[in-house]
């Protein structure tokens, strides 16, 4: 059942109607199927139709198509910090930061060269090509200039965000080896401001290699660092016409991090061409970014989302900043942002829909500017999509995406000239040649089975730092399916191309072997009106797994016997006997990443008494520990 329908104006002045129409095809499932079949075609079309910045030839595209070797584009030189500065001229806005105490700031591309000029004249006397600079930092516009700056000299970029702890910040940037590392002297959240001075100053001690570290003091606390120069200094110095280091389309650009919450984050190392055509395809063609419209997506920069947002400045789009809490001091003052900045493309998480939808306050908001809303980081469920269109806006395309930071973009995710149906993901991403298999390898359509990518995609990872064998690599992604992407979730794909996505599928429920999406059990227990949370896991019993649910209930209710039964008649009702679960347990909270998934796998660990590391990966680590009495 179709939810929202794109208006026949929209569809023809979308950039992906005219995308389309330029390669001939007469309907997106007719462009999605040569994308894949003639994949070198397709992603060599994107430099032209984008006009990207480049020198060389795009041809041969990548020859080999194998995942196990990156050759995308070996003929090709650029540079990405060059190709976001493109509208280095212009007065309109580039950056706009909006703090939770108020605190608002905005640039314009010209002063954005302009700072990315001076940093990368302070940059480039401790770094050169290769090396790696880290930003232990709020989600601020000096978060973004460094990121600029470092890669306009053909550095290596890695940020992750200020709530981090010491062993948190080691785990990741001692793998990664940066010489500069620039870090706020303080932060704020919730209302409360945090010092970083004796993090900085332990981190400091524990981190080799490191040559300088670079303090921003954005709040204006007077905070200092012994030994440090502050951002301040920097831009007192006028850095003239920015050299930009030619790079090869393969050249590291980003090191990101896995959750690692089983052991030390896996540090994934992604390529300058491909996360630019990857990043160019998804906000122009699937989310329809023009110069003229405002992105918001709520993240902090130690998420992908971060970066693919950044990306947007290619289009000379206003991106917005949003660093703090989102319920500081109210959801609802959150949310009249996107009235007051006029918002046309915003991003959320499930989890947030839900703390919405939670909310007892009106939230008086019109929404009149919002065209798109975006959500990532778990799926949404069918009736979440029932909520934003009946309590946020009912002409407003909302577009599920899915993929994750081993790819920095997306697999499956929306698009503007197809309508939006209940609980389904609108489309597979052009260039994706995504399948699902079953465990034999088979393809499935209709029928719920495993992830796949059959063929090679330019944003695909370089590999992983120190795994020069690429065991690791292989491990990850090709030990499944020989030679083809396995991506680790468990979805359908429907006759149409739609995607329904269930979870991962390593956090698969298998009891008697008939495997089962942790995704069909929340949608159920959404439905009951004392539930706040869930997270439903497999317990080992016997060689057999039994399924295990726990439940967050709302403020001064309690699970009695009566509930227990009416949740697992619910579960049955609404799905099969095998969904029920064998117990149900009532838990003071849920334990989410930092970016908003669920943490079934590793609840998973615990309760089937196997070791938890790196609990920095949790937005909060203390979560987890009610769980360790269940084991």
């Given amino acids: 059942m179709s939810l929202w329908s794109p208006s026949q104006k929209r569809v023809s002045e979308s950039l992906m109607f005219q995308y389309m129409k330029k390669m001939g095809k007469n309907s997106y499932s007719e462009l999605h199927q040569w994308s894949v079949e003639r994949n070198e075609d397709f992603w060599e079309s994107l430099f032209d139709y984008f006009e990207v910045n480049y020198q060389g030839e795009s041809r041969p595209a990548n020859p080999k198509q ?6 995308w584009f070996e003929n090709v030189k650029l540079n990405f910090a060059e190709n976001l500065l493109r509208f280095k001229n212009s007065n309109h806005t580039a950056l706009h930061l909006i703090h939770e105490s108020g605190l608002k700031k905005k640039i314009s591309y010209q002063e954005l060269y302009q700072q990315v000029a001076s940093v990368q004249k302070e940059l480039s006397k401790y770094i050169k090509k290769g090396d790696v600079v880290a930003a232990y930092m709020p989600n601020t516009i000096e978060t973004v200039v460094t990121m600029l700056a470092t890669t306009s000299l053909g550095g290596v970029f890695t940020s992750t965000s200020s709530d981090f702890g010491v062993g948190g910040v080691i785990d990741r940037f001692g793998q990664s080896q940066p010489k500069v590392m620039v870090s706020a002297v303080s932060y704020q959240y919730n209302g409360k401001t945090i010092s970083q001075i004796d993090k900085l100053e332990e981190i400091k001690s524990k981190l080799e290699g490191i040559e300088k570290i670079i303090t921003v003091d954005f709040l204006n606390s007077g905070l200092k660092l012994a030994g440090a120069i502050s951002w301040e200094e920097i831009l007192k110095e006028d850095g003239g016409e920015i050299a930009f280091e030619l790079m090869k389309f393969s050249d590291p650009l980003y090191i990101m991090y896995s959750s690692g919450t089983t052991g030390k984050p896996k540090c994934i190392v992604h390529s300058t061409g491909g996360v630019l055509l990857q990043h160019l395809k998804e906000l122009g063609l699937h989310c329809n970014l023009t110069p003229e419209k405002k992105i918001f997506y709520f993240t902090t920069c130690g998420w992908m989302m971060w970066n693919w947002l950044v990306s947007s400045l290619y289009f000379g789009a206003e991106v917005v900043l949003y660093e703090g809490s989102p319920a500081y001091p109210s959801l609802e003052s959150f949310m009249k942002k996107i009235d007051e900045e006029k918002i046309n493309i915003w991003g959320t998480s499930p989890k947030f829909l839900k703390a919405l939808e939670s909310y007892t306050k009106e939230l008086n908001c019109q929404f009149d500017s919002l065209e798109t809303i975006l959500s990532t980081g778990a799926p949404l469920m069918p009736e979440q999509f029932d909520y934003v269109y009946k309590n ?3 002409d407003v395309q909302l577009s599920s995406i899915s993929g994750g930071t081993d790819i920095l973009g997306c697999f499956m995710l929306g698009n503007p000239i197809l309508p939006v149906k209940r ?6 991403g052009l260039g994706m040649d995504v399948s699902c298999f ?6 499935l359509i209709g029928v719920e089975g495993e992830l796949v990518c059959r063929k090679s995609f330019p944003s695909q990872p370089l590999g992983f730092l120190n795994d020069d064998s690429q065991e690791k690599f292989r491990s990850a992604y090709f030990d499944k399916f020989d030679g083809i992407w396995y991506h680790g979730d468990f979805v359908t794909i429907t006759k149409e191309k739609s995607v329904i996505v269930y979870g991962r599928s390593d956090a698969t429920l298998n009891p008697g072997g008939v495997r089962i999406g942790t995704a069909e059990i929340y949608r159920q227990i959404e439905k009951l009106e004392y539930i706040d949370d869930g997270l439903c896991v497999g317990k080992q ?6 399924v295990v649910l726990f439940v967050k209930l709302k403020e ?11 949740i697992k008649t619910q579960i049955k009702s609404g799905t099969t006997p095998r969904h029920v679960p064998s117990q149900v347990f009532q838990v003071k909270n849920i334990p989410y990443t930092r970016s908003g998934k669920k943490m079934e796998l590793a609840v998973t660990r615990v309760i089937n008494g196997r070791e938890l590391t790196n609990l920095e990966a949790m937005s909060d680590p203390k979560a987890i520990e009610e769980y360790k009495e269940y084991v």
Avoid: T
Avoid at 66 to 71: K, S
Avoid at 423 to 428: A, D, F, H, K, Y
Avoid at 541 to 546: A, F, L, N, R, S
């Fill in 556 to 566: 001064s209710e309690k699970l009695s016997d009566s509930r227990v039964k009416e």
């Fill in 438 to 443: 079953n465990e034999k390898g088979e393809e």
């Fill in 392 to 394: 946020i806006k009912s």
């Fill in 541 to 546: 019993v016997d060689g057999d797994v039994e």
């Fill in 66 to 71: 194998d995942f196990l070797n990156y050759e």
């Fill in 423 to 428: 609980g389904e993901i609108q489309c597979l």
